[in-house]
Protein backbone atom coordinates (compact mmCIF):
# COMPACT_ATOMS: atom_id res chain seq x y z
CA UNK A 1 0.00 0.00 0.00
CA UNK A 2 1.04 3.06 -1.06
CA UNK A 3 1.56 5.62 1.99
CA UNK A 4 -0.16 8.27 0.12
CA UNK A 5 -3.10 6.53 0.90
CA UNK A 6 -2.96 5.51 4.60
CA UNK A 7 -5.21 7.61 6.96
CA UNK A 8 -3.86 9.55 9.64
CA UNK A 9 -1.78 6.92 11.84
CA UNK A 10 -2.93 9.24 14.73
CA UNK A 11 -6.37 8.86 14.19
CA UNK A 12 -6.40 5.51 15.40
CA UNK A 13 -5.18 3.16 17.95
CA UNK A 14 -5.08 -0.62 19.21
CA UNK A 15 -4.99 -0.30 23.31
CA UNK A 16 -4.22 -2.98 25.53
CA UNK A 17 -4.89 -2.49 29.26
CA UNK A 18 -3.02 -5.24 31.54
CA UNK A 19 -3.93 -6.19 35.11
CA UNK A 20 -0.01 -5.80 36.83
CA UNK A 21 -1.43 -8.18 39.54
CA UNK A 22 -1.20 -11.07 37.35
CA UNK A 23 2.05 -12.95 36.03
CA UNK A 24 4.30 -11.40 33.26
CA UNK A 25 3.27 -15.53 31.41
CA UNK A 26 -0.33 -15.22 32.01
CA UNK A 27 -0.45 -11.61 30.60
CA UNK A 28 1.53 -12.07 27.89
CA UNK A 29 -0.51 -15.24 27.01
CA UNK A 30 -3.83 -13.23 27.66
CA UNK A 31 -2.75 -10.47 24.98
CA UNK A 32 -2.23 -12.79 22.58
CA UNK A 33 -5.42 -14.60 22.88
CA UNK A 34 -7.43 -10.72 23.39
CA UNK A 35 -5.10 -9.33 20.09
CA UNK A 36 -5.84 -12.10 17.59
CA UNK A 37 -9.23 -12.26 18.47
CA UNK A 38 -9.56 -8.56 18.04
CA UNK A 39 -7.84 -8.54 14.75
CA UNK A 40 -10.30 -11.39 14.21
CA UNK A 41 -13.90 -9.45 14.82
CA UNK A 42 -13.19 -6.27 13.25
CA UNK A 43 -12.54 -5.21 9.71
CA UNK A 44 -9.11 -5.67 8.76
CA UNK A 45 -9.56 -2.85 6.03
CA UNK A 46 -10.42 -0.77 8.96
CA UNK A 47 -7.46 -1.73 11.20
CA UNK A 48 -5.08 -1.14 8.05
CA UNK A 49 -2.35 -3.76 8.28
CA UNK A 50 1.00 -3.23 6.38
CA UNK A 51 3.31 -5.67 4.75
CA UNK A 52 7.00 -3.99 4.74
CA UNK A 53 9.27 -5.53 2.27
CA UNK A 54 12.96 -5.56 2.79
CA UNK A 55 16.14 -4.75 0.31
CA UNK A 56 16.39 -8.62 -0.26
CA UNK A 57 12.83 -8.98 -1.08
CA UNK A 58 12.12 -10.67 2.63
CA UNK A 59 8.14 -10.15 3.37
CA UNK A 60 7.48 -8.46 6.40
CA UNK A 61 3.50 -9.25 6.55
CA UNK A 62 0.51 -7.86 9.48
CA UNK A 63 2.36 -4.78 10.77
CA UNK A 64 0.02 -2.43 12.14
CA UNK A 65 -0.65 0.81 10.75
CA UNK A 66 -1.71 2.24 14.04
CA UNK A 67 0.26 2.31 17.26
CA UNK A 68 -0.67 -0.48 20.03
CA UNK A 69 -0.24 1.01 23.43
CA UNK A 70 0.40 -1.26 26.09
CA UNK A 71 -1.47 -0.13 29.54
CA UNK A 72 -1.27 -0.84 33.26
CA UNK A 73 -4.32 -1.43 35.32
CA UNK A 74 -3.90 -1.62 39.54
CA UNK A 75 -6.57 -4.20 39.65
CA UNK A 76 -9.26 -5.99 37.80
CA UNK A 77 -11.78 -3.76 38.48
CA UNK A 78 -10.03 -0.69 36.81
CA UNK A 79 -10.13 -3.25 33.59
CA UNK A 80 -13.70 -3.92 34.40
CA UNK A 81 -14.48 0.00 34.62
CA UNK A 82 -13.01 0.40 31.42
CA UNK A 83 -14.84 -2.38 29.51
CA UNK A 84 -17.51 -0.99 30.51
CA UNK A 85 -16.73 2.69 29.31
CA UNK A 86 -16.08 0.09 26.16
CA UNK A 87 -19.08 -1.38 25.59
CA UNK A 88 -21.57 1.90 26.69
CA UNK A 89 -19.32 3.35 23.83
CA UNK A 90 -19.75 0.30 21.44
CA UNK A 91 -16.19 0.40 20.92
CA UNK A 92 -14.99 -3.17 19.30
CA UNK A 93 -12.94 -4.61 22.24
CA UNK A 94 -11.81 -7.95 23.90
CA UNK A 95 -11.01 -9.14 26.79
CA UNK A 96 -9.32 -12.03 29.03
CA UNK A 97 -10.41 -13.19 32.91
CA UNK A 98 -8.85 -16.09 34.94
CA UNK A 99 -12.05 -18.37 33.93
CA UNK A 100 -10.02 -18.81 30.67
CA UNK A 101 -6.77 -20.11 31.70
CA UNK A 102 -8.25 -23.30 32.98
CA UNK A 103 -8.68 -26.94 31.53
CA UNK A 104 -9.91 -27.48 27.61
CA UNK A 105 -11.47 -24.22 25.87
CA UNK A 106 -14.91 -26.47 26.72
CA UNK A 107 -13.87 -25.88 30.54
CA UNK A 108 -13.21 -22.36 30.28
CA UNK A 109 -16.93 -21.46 28.43
CA UNK A 110 -17.90 -23.55 31.33
CA UNK A 111 -16.23 -21.95 33.88
CA UNK A 112 -16.75 -18.28 32.28
CA UNK A 113 -20.53 -18.67 32.15
CA UNK A 114 -21.02 -20.40 35.95
CA UNK A 115 -19.43 -16.57 37.05
CA UNK A 116 -21.45 -13.50 37.71
CA UNK A 117 -19.21 -10.59 36.17
CA UNK A 118 -18.51 -8.91 39.19
CA UNK A 119 -16.62 -12.04 40.25
CA UNK A 120 -14.46 -12.22 37.33
CA UNK A 121 -11.01 -11.27 37.54
CA UNK A 122 -9.53 -9.16 34.49
CA UNK A 123 -6.12 -10.13 32.96
CA UNK A 124 -6.80 -7.99 30.54
CA UNK A 125 -9.00 -5.53 27.92
CA UNK A 126 -7.72 -4.89 24.47
CA UNK A 127 -9.63 -1.95 22.60
CA UNK A 128 -9.28 -0.51 18.70
CA UNK A 129 -10.95 3.02 18.10
CA UNK A 130 -10.80 6.32 17.88
CA UNK A 131 -7.91 7.66 19.78
CA UNK A 132 -9.63 10.73 20.58
CA UNK A 133 -12.28 8.17 22.08
CA UNK A 134 -9.98 6.05 23.90
CA UNK A 135 -7.78 8.83 25.35
CA UNK A 136 -11.32 10.29 27.16
CA UNK A 137 -11.21 6.87 29.41
CA UNK A 138 -7.81 4.94 29.30
CA UNK A 139 -5.65 8.29 29.77
CA UNK A 140 -5.49 7.63 33.57
CA UNK A 141 -3.49 4.14 32.74
CA UNK A 142 0.35 4.34 32.67
CA UNK A 143 2.08 3.05 30.17
CA UNK A 144 3.31 -0.88 30.93
CA UNK A 145 6.33 -1.40 32.42
Known amino acids: MDDRHLPDENAYRFVAIL ?3 VDPG ?3 NALGHMTAGLAGAVCQDEMHFLTYLD ?3 GVHPGISHFPFIVLAADNSNKIRTARREAIARGMAYTDF ?3 MTIGTSQQQLDATQAAKEEALEYYGLCLFGRTDMLREFTGKFSIFK
Open 19 to 21: NKK
Open 26 to 28: RLM
Open 55 to 57: QDG
Open 97 to 99: TST
